[in-house]
């Protein structure tokens, strides 16, 4: 018998199938995932520069292995080289621990997410995923939020105002977009009629969320962006405005577990978005059709990898084409659109599901009041706002500004000053 050999017929993991592995086939996973999101994170540093590089025409790491793809490992040893600085002004305790917060809490939000059916590992029936329980993805979003602390912490810690403004930045901006981004998974529950990721996915064995619920899944995509720092939501660590923003003063190993911690984010929200809305760990429909044993064995693996891939690919292609926005403008985005829309498309979800659990519309009319409800919410987000017409006149207003009095006979308020050189020892105005 192999060491891991497919099973015959694909179970759908229940909370009944968790708590029953022996300890060493824990440890296994646990470990397999640690290095699952390692080997990711050098792998999406490497794909960000090269596609970086694509869109801009240059060619981006080549030289180290194949393709460039030791560049990432090449960089870490370097950075862990480097010379480790603590600021005179620093708290040290808090100062050394606020990487390792961000780090390890980015590692503990896999452990209920599943990546695919019961298998045989080692000669034992195991669910490839660690744990799950009833409320595991309330779980995801409560560690997301201890995570925060470590950039907060960090920022707090360093004895700098520019890392300090980056810590409140980064606080502001997950209050604002975890609420969006709780507020998008309620429509998933109350379709799924659960919270456990398992069965959330098992829901989704014939059609995906992603496509009844398009709202929650725009939502969502939006919010993750925003939870995560990323481009073009970037604002706690803007260099225009904060330097490095919360990690200015941190460097070496400390600046890697931050650094490490972000990728991993990143790689959670993806792993959390194919999960709810993309059908998990099951083939595409239309590959599913051809084949059924593509959803058995270690098959799904490869599925939910993809998937996760895609969503870390619309992660690299807008920091390469979108701008950062200004603060005032992302926060109005949180609070003013996606959270609004999320109330009301919470309403309008539960509003039908109760009818159509009652017997008054079918499943097809469903689909149909979902499309069009999806498209009053792009109508709504992306025109919601009316331009602001210009007259063709436009008036001179004063200044608000003070300024101060002018001598008798000077320049008009508004005009030039006259410029005046010293040429051979005579004034001349330009």
């Known amino acids: 018998m192999s060491i891991l050999s497919l099973s015959p017929l694909a179970a759908e993991p229940g909370l009944e199938m968790f708590g029953k592995d022996v300890w060493w086939i824990v440890l296994i996973k646990a470990l397999l995932i640690f290095v699952f999101l390692v080997l990711l994170t050098l792998f999406n540093i490497w794909w960000e520069r090269r596609v970086v590089a694509r869109m801009q025409h240059r ?60 298998v045989t590992m ?63 998974l309620v429509a998933v529950f109350l379709y799924a009629g659960s919270l456990s990721t398992s069965e959330i996915v098992a829901a989704q064995d014939d059609l995906w969320f992603g496509l009844i619920l398009m709202p929650s899944f725009v939502i969502y995509m939006i919010s993750m962006v925003g939870e995560t720092n990323r481009a073009p939501f970037d604002l706690p660590e803007a260099e225009g405005e904060l330097v490095g923003g919360f990690h200015t003063e941190y460097s070496s190993l400390k600046f890697a577990l931050f650094f490490l911690g972000e990728y991993i984010n990143m790689a959670t929200v993806s792993a959390l978005a194919t999960t709810l809305f993309l059908g998990g760990w099951h083939a595409p429909f239309w590959i599913d059709s051809l084949y059924a044993g593509f959803n058995e064995g270690y098959w799904p693996v490869l599925w939910f990898v993809g998937k996760v891939l ?4 619309l992660f690299i292609w807008l920091r390469g084409s979108l701008p950062r926005m200004r603060y005032d403008q992302f926060m109005a985005l949180g609070w003013k659109y996606l959270i609004p829309i999320s109330l009301a498309w919470i ?31 792009i109508a709504l987000m992306f025109f919601g706002e009316a331009p602001v017409e210009e007259s063709a006149e436009v008036e001179e207003r004063p200044s608000n500004f003070p300024t101060p009095p002018m001598p008798a006979g000077g320049p008009v308020r508004g005009a030039a000053a006259p410029l005046t050189f010293d040429v051979d020892n005579q004034k001349v105005e330009a």
Request: no cysteine; aromatic share 10%.
């Open 310 to 313: 895609f969503f870390v690919f």
């Open 347 to 377: 309403v309008a979800v539960g509003t039908i599901r109760a009818i159509s659990v009652q017997g008054g519309i079918d499943r097809d009319n469903l689909l149909i009041g979902m499309g069009i409800l999806a498209v009053l919410f």
């Open 59 to 118: 060619i981006g790491p080549n030289v180290n292995g194949p393709f460039g793809l030791l560049q990432s490992l090449a960089d870490g040893v370097k950075l862990a080289l480097k010379e480790d600085l603590i600021p005179k002004a620093a708290d040290k305790v808090v100062f050394l621990l606020a990487p390792v917060i961000a780090a390890t809490t980015a590692f503990v939000t896999f452990s209920v997410i599943p990546f695919g059916p019961e």
């Open 122 to 184: 080692f000669g034992e029936r195991t669910p490839l995923q660690l744990t799950d329980m009833p409320v595991a993805v309330l779980f995801v979003m409560a560690i997301a939020s201890i995570g925060i602390y470590g950039i907060v912490l960090g920022g707090w810690a360093s004895g700098s105002t520019y890392a300090l403004l980056g810590g409140l930045r980064s606080s502001a901006q997950m209050i604002s977009y975890e609420v969006a981004m709780g507020l998008s």
